[in-house]
């Protein structure tokens, strides 16, 4: 029975207790979804939330999915702040084009070659500039190492040349704050060969 408690215990090779541990944040991210969905975070809200993640994520039989990440706090502030602000700023440059001058709300896509080839940090980069007014990931080519960028307002090459360097400068932010020691020096690699070329 111990060897047979074993086996089931270890199926991906790890003692039961670290494959909970290893899923706990998923299931933390879950329930603050649900809490975030019902707008509410009362203590019966969030045991619901815990409640629903844990046996949706039972159900599922998901697998465990080795998240390799740093977390640089301060790095991340920066890259909070200038989310912020981008936010904001873009905001009101959009709202400022399209009410006073809506002859001048022109659009372009635009490749900006990336610089990591970390798919969750790509994906984490695709994610933020798609929830900064004005532009959106519209493509990842992954083979290509490319993203393709839908940029407002765009009527000069300058403005492309603007949105390119936005993405650009917000893929650093992402690699700086949570990418791994191998993921900032393959960064800085490519961005010295990129700076030579």
């Not at 602000?85 to 070659?113: H, M, T, Y």
């Not at 695709?126 to 407002?152: A, C, F, M, P």
């Not at 993405?167 to 990129?194: K, W």
Request: glycine share 8%.
């Amino acid at each position: 029975m111990n060897a047979a408690s074993t086996h089931v215990g270890s199926e991906t090779g790890r003692p039961r207790w670290r494959r909970v541990l290893g899923r706990l944040p998923t299931i933390a991210w879950l329930t603050v979804m649900w809490v975030l969905l019902w707008g509410d975070a009362s203590p019966g809200t969030v045991l619901a939330g815990a409640a629903v993640a844990t046996l949706c994520y039972s159900v599922a039989k998901l697998p465990h999915l080795p998240v390799r990440l740093g977390f640089r706090p301060l790095r991340v502030l920066r890259l909070a702040g200038r989310f912020l602000f981008d936010l904001i700023a873009s905001s009101l440059q959009v709202a400022f084009r399209v009410v006073w001058r809506p002859r001048e709300v022109n659009g372009a896509i635009v490749a900006v070659p990336m610089r990591t080839d970390s798919e969750l940090l790509l994906v984490m980069v695709t994610g933020g500039l798609s929830l900064i007014t004005g532009s959106l990931v519209i493509e990842l080519n992954r083979d290509e190492g490319v993203i393709y960028v839908h940029g407002l307002p765009v009527a000069e090459p300058e403005d492309a040349e603007r949105v390119r360097r936005h993405a650009r400068r917000i893929e650093e932010l992402f690699v700086r704050a949570f990418g791994t020691a191998d993921d900032i020096a393959a960064f800085e690699a490519a961005e010295e060969g990129s700076a030579r070329a």
